[in-house]
């Protein structure tokens, strides 16, 4: 199941992504989220600094948009919570197929970052599909995940 998106999303800038830079964008952040293992999660912010030239924002709206076969589940926001939607039963899903992965939430419904956070894909395959390095992306050479505290 995806949580389908609505047509006319909006960049940052509050300008609309047009479809013919959206879908490889798009292709790209689908890709990289299809990486992370059940158990684990990453965030908006760490999809988007891997996938470079997008923002966090952005990935946030391709996984409003996503096919079924992209475990949308698996990205969260950068407090390691759930990201309110404005469906309620959206993010109840998404909490209920990260538990049945394993993932814990404490009391406050946030995730332990530290402890299940994807530390990304490695430095060959980010070469070989013609991702920026993390040398690249400005982070150290071998910090492939971005520090996000």
Request: charge should be positive.
């Given at each position: 199941m995806s949580i389908q998106g609505g047509q006319g999303k909006k960049s940052d800038s509050g300008r609309s992504i047009s479809t013919s830079a959206r879908e490889p964008l798009y292709a790209r952040i689908y890709a990289i989220v299809r990486l992370i293992p059940a158990g684990q999660v990453a965030t908006y912010g760490q999809i988007a600094e891997i996938v470079g030239g997008c923002t966090a924002r952005m990935v946030g709206y391709a996984m409003a948009a996503c096919p079924d076969d992209v475990p949308?589940?698996?990205v969260v926001n950068a407090q390691g919570k759930v990201s309110p939607?404005?469906?309620h039963w959206g993010s109840e899903v998404q909490r209920l197929r990260l538990i049945e992965e394993g993932v814990e939430f404490d009391a406050d419904f946030r995730i332990d970052l530290e402890h299940v956070r994807w530390s990304g894909?490695?430095?060959?395959?980010?070469?070989q599909h013609g991702y920026p390095l993390p040398e690249e992306r400005?982070?150290?050479p071998d910090d492939v995940q971005p520090k996000l505290f």
């Open positions: 949308w589940q698996r939607r404005t469906d894909p490695d430095r060959a395959w980010l070469a400005r982070l150290p």
